[in-house]
């Protein structure tokens, strides 16, 4: 996993979604941080440990090359609007739902 500054992560995620294009996914995770990098023992417990400020974790795969990014409280609107419209220009190839689920269920008589 490659570890990224937020304007890298948003160029390389920009060029993953090409390659994606025609066949292919690209999954997205976000979660947050707190600057761990090791697991909490079940036993006992982290005396002293307070994260300086609230983060996330974004991670980004194609099932091949994998990328993230830590995205501090500070910086989160600038990244926000730089994400949000690359989702924007990139999620054009979505599928339309199929609604005949749903006129089935509802028309059942219980």
């Given at each position: 996993m490659v570890l990224?500054?937020?304007?890298q992560f948003v160029t390389e995620?920009?060029?993953?979604?090409p390659k994606c294009q025609t066949s292919g996914s690209v999954f997205i995770t976000l979660k947050k941080y707190d600057g761990r990098t090791r697991s909490i023992p079940k036993k006992g417990s982290v005396e002293g440990f307070e994260p300086a400020d609230n983060k996330c974790l974004l991670r980004a795969?194609?099932?091949?090359r994998k990328?993230?990014?830590?995205?501090?409280?500070?910086e989160v609107s600038?990244?926000?609007?730089a994400y949000s419209s690359l989702l924007r220009a990139?999620?054009?190839?979505?599928k339309k739902r199929d609604k005949k689920n749903k006129s089935k269920k509802a028309r059942t008589p219980q």
């Open positions: 990224l500054e937020s304007k995620l920009t060029s993953l979604f795969t194609d099932g091949k990328i993230s990014t830590v995205v501090s409280s500070t600038k990244f926000q609007m990139n999620m054009d190839g979505l």
